[in-house]
T-cell receptor
């Protein structure tokens, strides 16, 4: 299995809703990532988990709350979002990088989020 | 100045042409250099990655890194209409855990 699976593929939520995005991989990767991609823009890093611990938070607003329950799963909990948070949310995973080696930095197909 | 510069295009070529895609960067700490292909409404797909300088070839794709010039390239030989997509360069530092992307180049291969 060489895939990163994201669910749901599409999500429409109101500004007062609470929802969660899910990401799963079975490649044995111990690093997992959340990226945000606005239309016609490149992906931007939000969070990095290494060995199930949060290692990087790119100053993301607290209305986005990541969680890594185990080495295969990554969640992104959403609460009180704004319309400008509408974007494609991408999950990625990789082996823990070592100098000279960066194996399998693989992205999922993303969740297209619309906040109304 | 952005850390990674990439011409957004669009770049239109006839089928069978050799395509050259390029990025420049300013951060000398970058060690990993990657090229991703992204189709509309899909996630990025890793095409090539290179550590430090040098060339790498995989089928119709060749990636080149010139660290002295802070310049990377992706060449696509015998381009096909199915190669039409957005091509993103991405780079990271020694730790490899944070990718910085270029803006992406839209490529259109016409049959």
């Amino acid at each position: 299995d060489t895939e990163v699976t994201q669910t749901p593929k599409h999500l429409v939520m109101g500004m007062t809703n609470k929802k969660s995005l899910k990401c799963e991989q079975h490649m044995g990767h111990r690093a997992m990532y959340w990226y945000k991609q606005k239309a016609k823009k490149p992906p931007e890093l939000m969070f990095v988990y290494s060995y199930e611990k949060l290692s990087i938070n790119e100053s993301v607003p607290s209305r986005f709350s990541p969680e890594c329950p185990n080495s295969s799963l990554l969640n992104l909990h959403l609460h009180a979002l704004q319309p400008e948070d509408s974007a494609l949310y991408l999950c990625a995973s990789s082996q823990i990088p070592r100098p000279g080696t960066l194996d399998g930095y693989t992205f999922g197909s993303g969740t297209r989020l619309t906040v109304v | 100045q952005k850390e990674v510069e990439q011409d957004p295009g669009p770049l239109s070529v006839p089928e069978g042409a050799i395509v050259s895609l390029n990025c420049t960067y300013s951060n000398s700490a970058f060690q990993y250099f990657m090229w991703y292909r992204q189709y509309s409404r899909k996630g990025p797909e890793l095409l090539m990655y290179t550590y430090s300088s040098g060339n790498k070839e995989d089928g119709r794709f060749t990636a080149q890194v010139d660290k002295s010039s802070k310049y990377i390239s992706l060449f696509i030989r015998d381009s096909q209409p199915s190669d039409s997509a957005t091509y993103l360069c991405a780079m990271d530092n020694l730790y490899g855990n944070k990718l910085v992307f270029g803006a992406g180049t839209i490529l259109r291969v016409k049959s």
